[in-house]
């Protein structure tokens, strides 16, 4: 979710007045999922519309976006009850919409610089592990016995899963910091890519439509799967539910059943494509 781009730092801020709806306008990414669309992104254009002639730097907005993260990480911990986990859950989307903040600000002001971006994916990645290990802790503090190993003491199995979840989601941000390095790219596609976001992000080769009705009819249920990853991994889009329900098992585990999937698919993707 990284929002903070290397567009070239030379380039000139915007001039003029900017209103709520250009700003948004100019947030909006092709490849936003509904949720960041239509939700997130126009309370941060507003935000943007209040930032833009302040002293406030984006580096700073994201900062603010993990000591929020932090807020609500701590709420979840520490507050019991039903109002604790909404509670959390609302300021966890605070923090997500000042993370769609900062990128905005950057190019708005002429900030954009390939430190905001790396900071920018660090702290996606620190908030990404904190909210696993929060949650599992709140399932221990609870004492929620876990639906099929009812003989495990709860907070044995939730403290352990936490454990887990930790180490699979840090060997993802490891594997997709690899994946994202341009020698990798290059090694890959033997040429170099276009930096588009940091060293976060570089065009792939565009890929050609398949040649018959059979070929897009195998890649269809893949794709819905991809999608729906992409959605269970999105947090904010859909963390208020299990929160409202007060059944945090319901985000956690999903959550961690899409971690795992998306590391043995980077690791199979790097296997394939160096061990050849």
Not at 31 to 38: K, M, P, Q, S, V
Not at 169 to 183: D, K, L, N, Q, W
Not at 197 to 226: C, D, M, N, Q
Request: hydrophobic share 45%.
């Amino acid at each position: 979710m990284s929002e903070q781009t290397t567009e070239p730092p030379t380039g000139a801020p915007s001039v003029g007045p900017l209103s709520v709806v250009e700003s948004y306008r100019r947030s909006v990414k092709a490849e936003d999922l509904r949720f960041n669309r239509y939700i997130a992104r126009p309370k941060a254009a507003v935000l943007v519309y209040l930032l833009r002639p302040t002293p406030i730097t984006p580096n700073q907005v994201t900062l603010l976006s993990l000591f929020t993260s932090l807020v609500g990480i701590a709420t979840l911990l520490l507050c019991p009850g039903w109002i604790g986990l909404v509670s959390a859950a609302l300021v966890l989307h605070l923090a997500f919409v000042l993370d769609c903040v900062d990128g905005q600000l950057a190019r708005i002001k002429g900030l954009s610089s390939p430190v905001g971006a790396y900071l920018d994916f660090l702290v996606d990645e620190i908030k990404a592990v904190l909210l696993v290990a929060s949650c599992a802790g709140r399932l221990a503090i609870d004492g929620r016995a876990p639906l099929l190993f009812a003989s495990i003491s709860p907070q044995v199995f939730w403290l352990g899963l936490g454990l887990l979840g930790v180490c699979i989601a840090a060997a993802g941000i490891s594997t997709t910091t690899f994946m994202r390095r341009p020698e990798y790219f290059e090694a890959v596609h033997g040429k170099k890519g276009e930096r588009v976001a940091g060293y976060t992000k570089w065009k792939e080769p565009t890929e050609t439509a398949p040649s018959s009705p059979f070929k897009r009819l195998v890649l269809l249920p893949i794709r819905l799967l991809e999608s729906l990853g992409k959605l269970t991994l999105h947090y904010p889009a859909w963390f208020i539910f299990p929160a409202l329900f007060g059944r945090m098992e319901w985000f956690l585990l999903p959550y961690l059943c899409a971690h795992t999937l998306y590391l043995g698919r980077s690791w199979l993707t790097v296997i394939w494509k160096l061990g050849r």
